[in-house]
């Protein structure tokens, strides 16, 4: 049945527009009506040509339509499949993630994120690529293949950081050849519009013992929710994002203690702190967090709901750019008493930079 009317769906898209303009020509040449000069005659005339023009108008914006809902559910089927579906447990941590697209009919954004349970511990990335549409969505794809393969090979951190930068490095080479392919098999990406191209990344390891580290490449730090308290992570300066400066010769991971039973850490995009009401104020964010933090059980699903709800009602439910946030519970048991209410080293261990 499907078969059968798949092709006849196209050979009517195919012949209408000819049976219109036949009947247009066949009407001028052979009605004797139109072949009158009297002003009847020029508005009937008139009229058949409106009506034809009007209905080849409107198959031509039904075809257009058309084709425009196929592309957006190609795009939406190719997103969900790079980011897929995070389940609800990892390793015992609880997770939550959601996303705001800044654009209602878009499907097709820069946001990536992953969470991996491996013997090295739960790993996470979450980044953010400049640009939006395929060229993002290719970006995408390139970082979060590598990391799935690299966050179960390699067991120090700064490697699989390592991987990211070779594989943004080479995906941008590719690119930077398709586009010009006069300039060679291996063209100066300094001269070509990928060189402005950039991504945001934060790296996550949280190991089976609670302790946590991270490596971050311009990306906003993460809050963490500690009963009541919501502070940042660190406030240390990150390292410039991927794609703008090689990485410096020595990454050393940032240690951040224990997430003990019940902390959260919630990482976003910058498009949470900087979405902006119709007075032009930016979203407050931790505000948002506080009002979540409030509420016990505090989970990571309820944690999203009322930030979700907070940006939507800042924002007139418009963002102006897309967001993405996602949630980490630690769920394993209070393996590591006494350690809530320790000092976290949010700012003793402040990453190497390369800013000029």
């Known amino acids: 049945m499907f078969g059968i009317r798949r092709p006849l769906r196209r050979a009517l898209s195919l012949g209408l527009p000819t049976a ?14 139109a072949q009158q000069d009297g002003l ?16 080849l108008i409107l198959h031509v914006r039904r075809t257009l339509l058309r084709e425009l809902k ?63 549409g395929l060229s993002a969505l ?4 390139a970082l979060l293949g590598s990391f799935r393969e690299a966050a179960h090979d390699e067991a120090d951190l700064a490697l699989v950081l390592r991987r990211l930068e070779r594989a943004l490095a080479r995906h941008l080479r590719e690119r930077a050849r398709d586009a010009h392919p006069a300039s060679g098999p291996t063209p100066d990406t ?14 996550l390891e949280i190991g089976r013992d609670g ?29 410039p994002p991927l794609g703008l400066f090689p990485l410096p010769p020595e990454l050393p991971a940032t240690p951040f203690g224990p997430l003990v039973h019940g902390e959260c850490l919630v990482l976003f995009t910058d498009g949470a702190e900087d979405a902006r009401d119709a007075r032009g104020r930016f979203f407050p964010l931790p505000t948002a967090l506080a009002k979540a933090a409030h509420d016990h059980p505090v989970s990571p699903q309820q944690i999203l709901r009322t930030v979700l709800a907070a940006l939507l009602r800042h924002t007139a439910g418009r963002p102006t750019d897309d967001i993405a946030l ?17 000092a976290r080293p949010t700012a003793a261990h402040p990453q190497p930079t390369t800013h000029p």
Request: proline share 7%; hydrophobic share 45%; glycine share 12%.
């Open 40 to 55: 009847g005659a020029r508005l009937v005339t008139s009229a058949v040509f409106f009506a034809v023009g009007t209905g």
């Open 326 to 342: 996602l949630v980490l519970q630690n769920g394993r048991g209070c393996n590591l008493p006494g350690a809530r209410g320790t």
């Open 20 to 33: 219109w303009g036949a009947l247009a020509i066949t009407y001028k040449l052979t009605c004797p009506l």
């Open 190 to 203: 300094a001269q070509t519009p990928v060189a402005e191209e950039f991504v945001t990344v934060l790296l």
């Open 138 to 141: 290719s970006t995408v794809a």
């Open 211 to 239: 302790e946590t580290r991270a490596l971050n490449c311009g990306h906003p730090w993460p809050y963490l929710l500690s009963g009541p308290r919501v502070e940042p992570l660190s406030r240390a300066d990150p390292l």
């Open 70 to 132: 196929q592309a957006r559910r190609i795009a939406g089927a190719a997103q969900s499949v790079l980011l897929r579906p995070l389940p609800p447990r990892v390793d015992g941590l609880h997770v939550a993630v959601a996303q705001l697209s800044a654009d209602r009919g878009a499907t097709v954004g820069g946001d990536l994120y992953e969470v991996i349970a491996t013997e090295h511990g739960v790993r996470v990335v979450m980044g953010d690529v400049r640009g939006h």
